[in-house]
């Protein structure tokens, strides 16, 4: 398999980083996942916001031969280096800060990591046994909606799945309130009204929530005790790979009406 390191096509088995690296050292970075399908890069727009959030956020300059505009460019030569242009592809960037300094950078310069790996088709699923995280709560700050490469709350929280055999785990902020899942945001129906955690939780500002966000443009965005679910009609996650329909809350009859409704919104070409 080939990468992109920096604009340059490299084989996987020639790249690797000096123990110098900030990435490694201090987590000085962010990364960002794609879904290749449909023989279309999904959702650019919306990665793209969130790349220049990132950068923005952490003061971080692209390289000069691989500026934002030409990512969906090198994405696609990438595929078709790895054979991977007739079928569903992960893709997954990385950008963080070159060597140099302590705490305190000595540099606004980023390296870019660009991988692919074959993928799994969008997917409206059901899952049954969800559990809630509370050993370690998010908190909201100016990273907080972006990736960052410091992703121990969600480590945390799928070592807790596993352990107690669930099948994803809710995550809280500071004072309770529903966040999001391990790596998803969380949404419920009440009624025909969507309703979903608060960017203001530190919850993820992902790309299939702002689509549905669009889509249902009367959508409720709040705090909620983890209660607020008790009443929903059907409740669910959803990131760029899928959505997950959580059966233990709401009614068969609502899951499969709303099940029926997100495939037909939301399997179509994404912009």
């Known amino acids: 398999m080939f990468l992109v390191y920096n604009g340059d096509f490299i084989a996987e088995t020639d790249f690797s980083l000096s123990v110098n690296d900030r990435a490694f050292q201090y987590g000085d970075g962010f990364f960002e996942t794609?879904?290749?399908?449909?023989?279309?890069?999904?959702?650019w727009t919306d990665h793209a916001d969130r790349i220049q959030d990132g950068l923005q956020a952490l003061r971080l300059i692209l390289?000069?031969?691989?500026?934002l505009s030409t990512f969906p460019q090198l994405i696609?030569?990438?595929l078709a280096a790895n054979q991977l242009r007739q079928q569903v592809a992960r893709i997954k960037l990385q950008i963080w800060r070159q060597p140099g300094g302590l705490y305190t950078p000595s540099t606004h310069q980023a390296n870019l990591l660009i991988t692919t790996r074959p993928g799994q088709p969008f997917t409206v699923s059901h899952r049954g046994h969800v559990g809630i995280?509370?050993?370690?709560?998010?908190?909201?700050?100016?990273?907080?909606?972006?990736?960052?490469l410091n992703a121990l709350p969600y480590v945390l929280a799928g070592l807790a799945k596993q352990e107690g055999q669930y099948d994803d785990m809710l995550l809280l902020d500071q004072h309770g309130h529903l966040a999001e899942c391990i790596a998803s945001n969380l949404f419920w129906f009440r009624g025909n009204q969507l309703v979903t955690s608060s960017l203001s939780t530190g919850c993820i500002n992902g790309i299939t929530r702002r689509r549905l966000l669009?889509?249902?443009?009367?959508?409720?965005?709040?705090?909620?005790?983890?209660?607020?679910?008790?009443?929903?009609?059907?409740?669910?996650a959803a990131n760029v790979a899928g959505v997950q329909f959580f059966t233990q809350w709401g009614?068969?009859?609502?899951?499969?009406?709303w099940t029926a409704t997100l495939e037909r919104l939301l399997l179509s070409a994404e912009p």
């Open 34 to 43: 794609l879904r290749y399908e449909q023989e279309q890069l999904q959702s």
């Open 63 to 67: 390289p000069d031969r691989a500026p």
């Open 76 to 78: 696609e030569q990438l």
């Open 133 to 148: 995280f509370d050993a370690v709560r998010l908190l909201v700050s100016p990273l907080s909606g972006i990736k960052t």
């Open 214 to 236: 669009r889509l249902f443009p009367n959508a409720l965005e709040g705090l909620f005790t983890p209660d607020a679910l008790g009443d929903a009609d059907a409740v669910f």
């Open 251 to 257: 009614s068969s009859e609502r899951i499969q009406y």
